[in-house]
């Protein structure tokens, strides 16, 4: 009769998914953040260029005026990941169509190899969101450890809190280099804070569990 008492047991726990059976512990702790973190990590852990679209061509007045890509890749280049070339382009507008010489930059092979073929949600000027295929990634973030976390406050209907870590750092070779820190600051920062640099991330607790906002 014991025996018939815990199978019955076991199969309720089955049944109901969301009952105290297999209700997670909603209790905060370095353990379930631990492990929450290392899945925010693993999926969004990537420290990209924002360079998703490639070849990228640099027109003589983004040179003049010092636009972006136009300081960035020429480092790029010095240091192999990208080579260049001068084509000839057109480019139309209304009114008006001209053939411009360009500076056409590619990926190397070597650039290549820091290529990440993954979605990428990112948010436009007028505040909608869009979303790349892909991009060119310096550095890969992992956890190194959970320092702290915020009292958990109501946000939803949901316990929300924000996580405060360490992490450890996995940069390209080039991503190292000096010319980097000068066109690239904040991916300087993020090398150079491995171990140190505290960040933070926001978790909510849903059914599963503890989660990072950004995941769900």
Same mark, same amino acid.
């Given at each position: 009769?014991?025996?018939?008492?815990?199978?019955?047991?076991?199969?309720?726990?089955? +049944?109901?998914?969301?009952?105290?059976?297999? %209700? #997670? /512990?909603?209790? #905060?702790?370095?353990?379930?953040? &631990?492990? !929450?973190?290392?899945?925010?990590?693993?999926?969004?852990?990537?420290?990209?260029?924002?360079?998703?679209?490639?070849?990228?061509?640099?027109?003589?007045?983004? =040179? /003049?005026? /010092?636009?972006?890509d136009?300081?960035?890749l020429?480092?790029?280049?010095?240091?192999?990941?990208?080579?260049e070339?001068?084509?000839?382009? @057109?480019?139309n507008?209304?009114?008006?169509?001209?053939?411009v010489?360009?500076?056409?930059?590619?990926?190397?092979p070597?650039?290549q190899?820091?290529?990440?073929?993954?979605?990428? &949600?990112y +948010? @436009?000027?007028?505040?909608?969101?869009?979303? @790349? $295929? !892909?991009?060119?990634?310096a +550095?890969?973030?992992?956890?190194?450890?959970?320092?702290?976390?915020?009292?958990? $406050?109501d946000e $939803?209907?949901?316990?929300?809190?924000?996580v405060?870590? &360490?992490? %450890?750092?996995?940069? =390209?070779?080039?991503?190292k280099d000096?010319?980097? +820190? @000068?066109?690239? #600051?904040?991916? /300087?920062?993020?090398?150079? !804070?491995?171990r140190?640099?505290?960040?933070?991330?926001?978790?909510?607790? &849903?059914?599963?569990?503890w989660?990072?906002?950004?995941?769900?």
């Amino acid at each position: 009769m014991k025996k018939l008492i815990q199978t019955l047991s076991l199969t309720a726990c089955a +049944a109901l998914a969301l009952s105290a059976c297999s %209700k #997670p /512990a909603e209790k #905060p702790s370095a353990e379930v953040f &631990t492990t !929450g973190m290392n899945q925010y990590l693993a999926e969004k852990g990537h420290f990209c260029l924002d360079k998703t679209e490639w070849p990228i061509n640099i027109t003589p007045n983004q =040179a /003049a005026t /010092a636009e972006r890509d136009a300081v960035q890749l020429p480092v790029l280049q010095q240091l192999g990941v990208v080579a260049e070339k001068d084509v000839m382009i @057109r480019y139309n507008s209304p009114g008006k169509s001209e053939v411009v010489s360009t500076h056409q930059y590619s990926l190397t092979p070597e650039g290549q190899k820091y290529y990440l073929k993954q979605d990428f &949600t990112y +948010a @436009r000027p007028d505040g909608s969101k869009a979303t @790349r $295929h !892909g991009d060119l990634c310096a +550095a890969t973030l992992t956890l190194n450890q959970i320092v702290g976390w915020e009292p958990p $406050h109501d946000e $939803h209907g949901h316990p929300t809190t924000a996580v405060t870590y &360490t992490y %450890k750092v996995e940069a =390209a070779p080039w991503a190292k280099d000096p010319a980097m +820190a @000068r066109v690239f #600051p904040m991916l /300087a920062r993020v090398v150079e !804070g491995d171990r140190q640099m505290q960040l933070k991330e926001v978790f909510t607790l &849903t059914d599963k569990g503890w989660k990072s906002v950004d995941l769900l």
